[in-house]
């Protein structure tokens, strides 16, 4: 039995190494939060590597697998067979994206659900603290963790909800002008359009 040399261990990561690309943009564009096992990975990108190879094979007129493995290490074929696969990996990850709605966004839900209360001016929110207390207000600040300020809320004329066991509100007390809760605070948030 004879062991593969470095160099069919080098054209064979080279040929698996476009799919990887063309998977990892796929997973950032659609905003793909799940996990994938190695296994799943490896054979995700196998199948991408392979599409990329149909585009890369008719530019280059390399037909067969014997020309393409041994003419990929060519810098401007693995340029060509890279720029290949980044486009299906940007095609592939819109479409994901568009197929489910393009409601799911990528990077921090806090910095997200902020940015939107900022853009339509403020919403009323019911904010559940770690302690168990709850607050409504009309939200009127929000510190986002992204442009280095820490992540807090301001509730403006907030009221705390006092509920008895069966959670039906017993009293709304008016805690004065404003409350301010830091992320370490803040267990959940509900938004609404008017007053809760």
């Known amino acids: 039995m004879v062991l593969p040399s470095l160099a069919d261990a080098l054209v064979v990561v ?92 990528s990077g921090e839900v806090w910095d997200h659900a902020m940015r939107e209360v900022i853009k339509i001016g403020g919403a009323y929110a019911m904010v559940y603290t770690d302690n168990n207390l709850e607050y409504k207000g009309m939200m009127n600040y929000a510190g986002l963790c992204t442009e280095g300020e820490q992540r807090e809320i301001i509730l403006s004329n907030p009221k705390l909800i006092l509920r008895d ?16 809760f830091t992320e370490k605070d803040v267990r959940r948030i509900l938004f609404f359009d008017q007053i809760p």
Not at 57 to 85: E, H, K
Not at 165 to 171: A, K, S, T, Y
């Open 14 to 105: 080279v040929l698996l190494v476009p799919g990887f690309v063309a998977f990892f943009i796929a997973r950032k564009l659609s905003a793909m939060t799940r996990k994938f096992s190695d296994l799943e990975i490896t054979i995700w990108s196998i199948f991408l590597s392979l599409v990329g190879y149909v585009p890369f094979s008719l530019t280059t007129s390399l037909n067969t697998i014997d020309s393409i493995r041994d003419s990929v290490l060519i810098p401007a074929n693995f340029v060509v067979l890279i720029g290949y696969n980044v486009l299906i990996g940007i095609a592939l990850g819109y479409s994901l994206k568009r197929w489910r709605g393009g409601a799911i966004v």
């Open 165 to 180: 066991e069966d959670w039906n509100v017993l009293d709304e007390v008016e805690m004065g002008k404003e409350v301010l």
